[in-house]
């Protein structure tokens, strides 16, 4: 059951940090036995360097993909049943592209990613995969003219260029990720939604009574962040409401704010918001309060 929970993650997860670079469907039928593709990623056709943010993740989008993450160790019929997917695909395009009687440019093919928490050397080998130049330890590639990567999670470097993938990872490797997403600045455009995203996913395994052990470390681990995560917002929302009643009791006190003194104002803490509240009741005009900022350096 949980496995259920942990695909619904990763799918919301890939298309929230993909989303911004391009066409993201989740779940995409393909012909055959109705297949499913996790995740198929067409890249916009203005390339951004931003996607350099996402690191390794972000360099696997470069190119229209397939990615399709696993949560259990991928199995050998199940990286078969990826790469058949894919030669769908290919095929599909190929139809797509004679009955416009164009041809199928190399680089519109998309690439297959499975991504993996683990994978033996045995099964590595039966797929006569090898090591390329340039590439991190932990992504293993299948002949060229498969186009396929098998990317085994627990041996990427720990490095904040594979922090992406971590996330996907289990046990301690997804744990440390969560701890450095959770140390990112406030600022990084992916870390509240990804944190969001873990979580839901913390309360969706909480629910579920048939916890596998790497499950009930996951969720110790991300109580105290999610305590904290929830405080921070009620902080939040407190000084915002506060902010927002000091602001009218200045306009009815002592006139228009422009735009500059309300940034000056947004900056201060709950407790010199409060410290502005009572002073204000003594202002009869904007310099009084421009000089109460100055008093206090903000």
């Given at each position: 059951m949980t496995r259920?929970?942990?695909?619904?993650?990763?799918?919301?997860?890939?298309?929230?940090?993909?989303k911004d670079y391009g066409e993201v469907k989740a779940s995409?039928?393909?012909?055959?036995?109705?297949?499913?593709?996790?995740?198929?990623?067409?890249?916009?056709?203005?390339?951004?360097?931003?996607?350099?943010?996402?690191?390794?993740?972000?360099?696997?989008?470069?190119?229209?993909?397939?990615?399709?993450p696993y949560r259990n160790p991928a199995s050998t019929d199940e990286i078969c049943d990826c790469i058949l997917k894919l030669l769908e695909v290919k095929a599909l395009l190929r139809r797509e592209a004679k009955a416009n009687k164009i041809k199928l440019q190399e680089s519109e093919i998309p690439k297959l990613w499975i991504l993996t928490p683990t994978i033996s050397e045995t099964r590595l080998s039966s797929f006569g995969t090898i090591q390329k130049e340039g590439w991190l330890s932990g992504v293993h590639f299948l002949a060229d003219a498969l186009r396929t990567a098998i990317v085994a999670i627990h041996q990427l470097p720990q490095t904040p260029e594979t922090l992406w993938l971590r996330l996907l990872g289990r046990g301690s490797i997804q744990s440390q990720a969560v701890i450095e997403l959770q140390a990112l600045p406030l600022d990084h455009p992916y870390q509240k939604a990804t944190l969001e995203l873990v979580y839901n996913l913390r309360e969706n395994l909480r629910v579920n009574q048939e916890l596998e052990t790497d499950d009930r470390e996951l969720i110790m681990r991300l109580e105290p962040l999610y305590q904290r995560n929830r405080e921070q917002a009620k902080e939040e929302g407190r000084q915002e409401g506060e902010k927002d009643l000091i602001l009218r009791l200045l306009h009815r006190r002592i006139g228009e704010v422009d735009a500059l003194l309300i940034e000056r104002i947004t900056g201060l803490s709950i407790e010199q918001l409060e410290n502005l509240g009572e002073a204000l009741l003594d202002f009869s005009s904007v310099a009084d309060l421009e000089a109460w900022l100055t008093q206090h350096s903000i």
């Amino acid at each position: 059951m949980t496995r259920f929970i942990h695909d619904k993650f990763a799918k919301d997860y890939l298309e929230e940090l993909l989303k911004d670079y391009g066409e993201v469907k989740a779940s995409e039928k393909v012909s055959g036995e109705i297949k499913e593709i996790d995740v198929l990623f067409t890249p916009a056709k203005q390339q951004t360097s931003k996607l350099q943010i996402l690191g390794l993740l972000g360099r696997l989008a470069e190119n229209p993909a397939i990615i399709e993450p696993y949560r259990n160790p991928a199995s050998t019929d199940e990286i078969c049943d990826c790469i058949l997917k894919l030669l769908e695909v290919k095929a599909l395009l190929r139809r797509e592209a004679k009955a416009n009687k164009i041809k199928l440019q190399e680089s519109e093919i998309p690439k297959l990613w499975i991504l993996t928490p683990t994978i033996s050397e045995t099964r590595l080998s039966s797929f006569g995969t090898i090591q390329k130049e340039g590439w991190l330890s932990g992504v293993h590639f299948l002949a060229d003219a498969l186009r396929t990567a098998i990317v085994a999670i627990h041996q990427l470097p720990q490095t904040p260029e594979t922090l992406w993938l971590r996330l996907l990872g289990r046990g301690s490797i997804q744990s440390q990720a969560v701890i450095e997403l959770q140390a990112l600045p406030l600022d990084h455009p992916y870390q509240k939604a990804t944190l969001e995203l873990v979580y839901n996913l913390r309360e969706n395994l909480r629910v579920n009574q048939e916890l596998e052990t790497d499950d009930r470390e996951l969720i110790m681990r991300l109580e105290p962040l999610y305590q904290r995560n929830r405080e921070q917002a009620k902080e939040e929302g407190r000084q915002e409401g506060e902010k927002d009643l000091i602001l009218r009791l200045l306009h009815r006190r002592i006139g228009e704010v422009d735009a500059l003194l309300i940034e000056r104002i947004t900056g201060l803490s709950i407790e010199q918001l409060e410290n502005l509240g009572e002073a204000l009741l003594d202002f009869s005009s904007v310099a009084d309060l421009e000089a109460w900022l100055t008093q206090h350096s903000i």
